[in-house]
């Protein structure tokens, strides 16, 4: 299994911008479909965004496009999720995810997971 970890969670107004990482550890990222995932206190884990493998195809939530965007640096092995316009229905853990083949919106697909990192949006 690959390991992944998160980082760039912080704390910011509304209206803020922030971009997570999501870096691969263990296997080549271009082998692999990358989620983004969050989850507020007290709601279930839904799927932000993701990046499917070969195709480079990108999907997103209803709640964040035109907001994110997901993109990915095989050479680097590493998942980008640059957010603009943050409102504060964006805080929540945020978690990416790895699966082979192509992206799927339901968690249950995921096999590898990251620790999470924190985005609080707030005045």
């Known amino acids: 299994q690959v390991q992944l970890v998160e980082s760039g969670g912080d704390s910011v107004q509304p209206g803020g911008s922030l971009r997570l990482s999501c870096r691969i550890y263990?296997?080549?990222?271009?082998?692999?479909?990358i989620g983004w995932f969050r989850q507020a206190p007290g709601k279930e884990r839904e799927v932000v965004s993701c990046?499917?493998?070969?195709?480079?195809?990108?999907n997103y939530a209803d709640s964040v496009k035109g907001r994110f965007t997901i993109s990915r640096d095989n050479a680097k092995n590493t998942v980008y999720l640059q957010m603009v316009s943050l409102i504060p229905e964006d805080t929540a853990v945020y978690y990416c995810?790895?699966?082979?083949?192509?992206?799927?919106?339901?968690?249950?697909?995921?096999?590898?997971w990251g620790q999470g990192t924190q985005v609080t949006v707030s005045s």
């Open positions: 995810a790895a699966r082979t083949y192509s992206c799927s919106t339901d968690v249950r697909n995921f096999g590898s």
């Open positions: 263990g296997d080549f990222l271009g082998d692999y479909a």
């Open positions: 990046t499917g493998s070969s195709s480079g195809s990108t």
